[in-house]
């Protein structure tokens, strides 16, 4: 299971980098850091609303 956490957070570094490089491209720095911004919020918020918040001892592995 770590293994594929690991493929799919590695992988979706590049796609990141290309889809900031286009908006940057296309609409400009200012734009780019916003929409980076606004999705580290997004990611914060999630968290927030998950039941990780609350967790407070891992559950035992299957």
């Known amino acids: ?8 957070n590695a ?4 796609v990141g980098s290309l889809i900031g ?6 609409q400009g720095a200012t734009v780019c850091l916003w929409l980076a911004a606004l999705s ?3 990611q914060a918020l999630v968290i ?8 407070q001892v ?3 592995p299957a």
């Open 11 to 14: 992988g979706a570094r590049p």
């Open 58 to 60: 891992l559950p035992k």
């Open 40 to 42: 580290f919020v997004l």
């Open 48 to 55: 927030a609303a998950s039941p990780v918040r609350v967790l």
């Open 21 to 26: 490089a286009a908006v940057g491209a296309s």
């Open 1 to 8: 299971m770590g293994a594929i956490f690991l493929t799919v």
